[in-house]
């Protein structure tokens, strides 16, 4: 489904933010890549969703090759893929329902069914008596979870979570995290990127390990140590 092979990136001022990067992730896998601030864990998001291309080396997602991808086509690519980010980027003059429902609007899917996926992927997340309230009026993790909401109202192969928890205290970090793996258990793909070692060690699941630009380890059911 995912493939890294041999991918680099470099910047303008001569610095190595990836360094011979390789790994796959495939369908339905719950994968987490971690490593401490700067390692290059936000790198490998920014180029998996074509924010940035690499400097050397392929990266596929399906049918995408990513190095080739169009600008025109970028749309494409990303209605397979569902973004959560650690700052929540929730719209502040919508609503939780308007802020869900936007994605679909922009799409031009019919209002009926934009109410009956809004509606459905609330109750999945938790929060289904939340879709008047406004952002200022939620909690953290209520933020987050509407976030998740967003991401998933799409219906998407891959769920990206960068840095999801890092705002928020231990009892929401595990709510999340909870809901990330039932939607895993769903079917959908899921990669966390974090340098949270308990949240990494409490999920048992495979840990891709980036240090200083490079992969130093690809484990199954891991535990996270640098």
Do not use: C, W
Request: a neutral charge.
């Amino acid at each position: 489904m995912i493939h890294f092979q041999n991918v680099s990136k470099s910047y303008g001022d001569g610095s190595d933010s990836l360094k011979d990067v390789t790994f796959s992730i495939n369908p339905k896998e719950f994968v987490s890549i971690v490593g401490l601030s700067g390692a290059g864990k936000s790198t490998i998001v920014k180029l998996l969703i074509a924010e940035e291309r690499p400097t050397k080396g392929r990266i596929t997602f399906a049918q995408y090759d990513i190095n080739k991808l169009k600008e025109k086509d970028l749309p494409k690519l990303r209605r397979h893929m569902g973004l959560v980010f650690q700052d929540f980027k929730l719209l502040p003059t919508k609503n939780v329902h308007e802020n869900v429902a936007f994605a679909l609007e922009v799409a031009g899917r019919p209002e009926e069914e934009i109410n009956d996926l809004v509606m459905e992927v609330l109750d999945l997340v938790g929060i289904p008596d939340k879709g008047k309230s406004f952002v200022h009026q939620l909690s953290g993790g209520e933020k987050q979870r509407v976030a998740i909401a967003r991401a998933m109202v799409n219906r998407p192969d891959v769920i990206i979570a960068d840095e999801p928890t890092s705002n928020l205290d231990s009892v929401n970090t595990a709510g999340i995290i909870n809901l990330l793996k039932k939607i895993n258990e769903m079917g959908t793909t899921v990669i966390l990127a974090t340098h949270n070692e308990d949240t990494v060690n409490d999920l048992k699941r495979r840990v891709i390990t980036i240090q200083d630009g490079r992969l130093i380890r690809d484990e199954e059911s891991s535990k996270y140590h640098l």
